[in-house]
């Protein structure tokens, strides 16, 4: 912009910009040290069953621990490693690491917990990625029907990755992992994609439940919720905080919810703590 000097508005449109191209110029040249020095830790958030209040599982989340800069959080970090692919890298670190805390519970005589675990859609570019998913899972000796992965809803909007989708949740199960529609009702998605993409699992999405006092958003729910009970597939609410929202998906027969209301993302010690009680 010719402006972009003199125009007030517009310098301080360009700092900013500048400022951000330099912390994720910063955040990339972190990124191979902070791999190897395993300052990307695994956070567990329980998964609650609404029938009996047993825990179902836990979702696995990323946290940057980063020794100066303290705790980053994932949108400060996902959609920058998704541009440029080291996604991908972390994706799999995060996963053996999920791998190994559940061969050491294992070990210790503790039964399998499941867990679920994002699958970036940059992963979906290469056909084969199922491949080092499951080496790992092999290596460390996990029953692959302990895995959920969970792909975001909106890689269904890409034309050009829905048939690789599609063979990549046949693969899935024919290894014996499971899969699981994350976000789901965050963007467009129609209803239809849920009899066209055999998932086991759909999370629906925060923000069905943050009007949960009006009528119209209940029924919007309940109908979801019948939707998936007829194509048996398993409802996960995602981002429970209030009491209101938790009496209505008990009352309509929601599976399992994850939320704030139980627990925030837990390091896997204080997980095994809130097993516990
Ligand atoms: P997501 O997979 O939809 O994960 C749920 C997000 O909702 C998490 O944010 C979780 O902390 C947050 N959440 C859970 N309960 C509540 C609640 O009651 N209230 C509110 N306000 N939020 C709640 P988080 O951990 O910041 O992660 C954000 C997103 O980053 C994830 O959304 C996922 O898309 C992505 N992500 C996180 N870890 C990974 C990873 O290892 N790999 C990939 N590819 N993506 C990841
Ligand atoms: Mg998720
Ligand atoms: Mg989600
Ligand atoms: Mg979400």
Redesign the pocket.
């Known amino acids: 912009n010719q402006d972009s000097g003199t125009h007030p508005a517009c310098a301080f449109y360009d700092a900013d910009f500048t400022k951000q191209l330099q912390t994720e110029q910063e955040l990339n040249d972190l990124f191979e040290h902070s791999l190897k020095n395993h300052d990307f830790k695994v956070?567990l958030?329980p998964k609650v069953r609404l029938l009996d209040g047993g825990i179902a599982g836990a979702?696995?989340?990323?946290?940057w621990i980063h020794p100066q800069k303290g705790i980053i959080?994932?949108?400060d970090f996902?959609p920058i490693f998704?541009h440029n692919g080291k996604?991908c890298h972390?994706?799999l670190y995060?996963f053996e690491e999920v791998c190994r805390l559940l061969e050491q519970w294992n070990q210790k005589g503790q039964p399998w917990i499941p867990i679920s675990?994002?699958?970036?859609r940059q992963h979906f570019k290469n056909p084969e990625f199922l491949k080092a998913f499951s080496e790992i899972a092999e290596r460390y000796h996990i029953p692959p029907n302990t895995i959920e992965f969970?792909l975001?809803e909106s890689i269904l909007f890409d034309p050009q990755q829905i048939e690789v989708v599609k063979i990549s949740i046949q693969k899935m199960h024919a290894l014996g992992f499971l899969c699981s529609l994350?976000?789901f009702g965050s963007g467009f998605s129609s209803l239809g994609l849920l009899k066209e993409f055999d998932v086991d699992t759909i999370?629906l999405d925060?923000q069905f439940f943050l009007d949960i006092s009006k009528e119209k958003s209940r029924d919007v729910i309940a109908c979801l919720i019948e939707l998936a009970k007829k194509l048996n597939v398993r409802t996960v609410a995602?981002?429970?905080?209030e009491q209101e929202q938790l009496d209505y998906l008990r009352e309509i027969g929601c599976d399992l919810v994850?939320?704030?209301?139980f627990s925030?993302?837990l390091p896997p010690k204080e997980f095994e703590a809130f097993c516990a009680r």
Not at 117 to 120: E, K, M
Not at 258 to 261: D, M, P, R, T, V
């Open positions: 956070y958030q979702e696995a989340l990323v946290r959080f994932p949108s996902i998704e996604i972390l994706d995060m675990v994002n699958l970036s969970e975001t994350d976000d999370k925060r995602e981002g429970i905080e994850q939320g704030y209301i925030k993302p």
